[in-house]
């Protein structure tokens, strides 16, 4: 099926936070460039966008972040050093950008997600775009964005990640009012920034994956502080509900959080636990814990 709505070519990565629950690793080191096995996260999250269709890639960084940005250059030391001793460059070739897919942008102060994805406002322009927040690992095949644009691709609009949450959980999501349900699809009717149990409208959380329409920029342009005293991301979708299509999708990919300190470490196990190439290590020394 050929879709009539405006492909989604660009993706935004905010990436300028502190890291503050992964302290004293972030102090120098963006959390970001934390290695699960062998890739660091924002390298998962700029594959999941690849296998997308992305073509574009926004970074949303701050002060002391470069290192996200030297990641996907040429590494021309290195290279020359490997070539010398006959090592091939293959395992190097997903962690460069090709000329211009790449751009960044700064947010000087950390005001919230809302505010980091406008501060992409003017390399957006008056596409439909995607957020992806690299702390949140998302594994499956294909991938979750993938899902998602597929999705979008059938109702268009804007399209929000979300998952079931425990309870006592949603005082840390944005959580949705539900609507009519079609498979994995729910109609959107209201978006609640970290409600406590007792007045969330349902159990569906927001998770870090997201394909918004340009509007939200606008919308955005209003500056208004939320919860926590933040721009949030969450109030401004909020406002576009019943101007333009809006759903959550629940994709067949596992979440893991892994800007929380256990969820780094489960991460790393799981995802390890899926290779043939560690598996059999892991599972040897798990088993003598």
């Known amino acids: 099926m050929i879709s009539s709505f405006k492909p989604v070519r660009k993706a935004v990565f905010p990436v300028a936070g502190l890291g503050t629950r992964l302290l004293p690793a972030t102090?120098?080191?963006?959390?970001?460039?934390?290695?699960?096995?062998?890739?660091?996260?924002?390298?998962?999250?700029?594959?999941?966008?690849?296998?997308?269709?992305?073509?574009?890639?926004?970074?949303?960084?701050?002060r002391g972040k470069s290192s996200l940005v030297d990641y996907f250059d040429v590494s021309f030391e290195l290279e020359t050093t490997m070539r010398a001793k006959g090592?091939?460059?293959?395992?190097?070739?997903?962690?460069?950008?090709?000329?211009?897919?790449?751009?960044?942008?700064?947010?000087?102060?950390?005001?919230?997600l809302g505010h980091a994805v406008w501060c992409a406002r003017h390399v957006v322009g008056d596409e439909p775009f995607a957020v992806l927040l690299p702390d949140d690992l998302m594994a499956g095949s294909p991938g979750a964005l993938a899902q998602m644009v597929e999705a979008y691709n059938k109702v268009g609009g804007n399209i929000?990640?979300?998952?079931e949450v425990a309870p006592e959980k949603t005082a840390s999501y944005g959580i949705v009012t539900p609507g009519a349900s079609d498979g994995n699809l729910t109609e959107v009717t209201g978006l609640v920034e970290k409600p406590k149990p007792e007045v969330a409208p349902s159990l569906l959380?927001?998770?870090?994956r997201y394909i918004l329409q340009p509007e939200v920029m606008q919308v955005l342009d209003e500056q208004e502080p939320g919860a926590g005293g933040e721009i949030q991301l969450t109030d401004a979708m909020a406002k576009l509900i019943g101007r333009q299509p809006f759903h959550a999708v629940k994709v067949?990919?596992?979440?893991?959080?892994c800007g929380d300190k256990a969820g780094y470490v489960l991460a790393t196990l799981k995802l390890a636990m899926q290779r043939d190439d560690l598996a059999p290590a892991v599972r040897e020394a798990l088993a003598g814990l």
């Open 27 to 62: 102090k120098t080191m963006p959390k970001e460039m934390l290695t699960v096995i062998d890739r660091p996260l924002i390298q998962y999250a700029v594959d999941e966008a690849r296998e997308a269709g992305i073509e574009q890639l926004i970074f949303v960084t701050g």
């Open 87 to 112: 090592k091939s460059l293959e395992v190097l070739e997903l962690s460069r950008a090709d000329y211009g897919e790449l751009i960044s942008v700064r947010q000087q102060q950390p005001l919230g």
């Open 160 to 163: 929000v990640c979300a998952e």
């Open 205 to 208: 959380g927001v998770i870090g």
């Open 252 to 257: 067949d990919a596992v979440r893991h959080d």
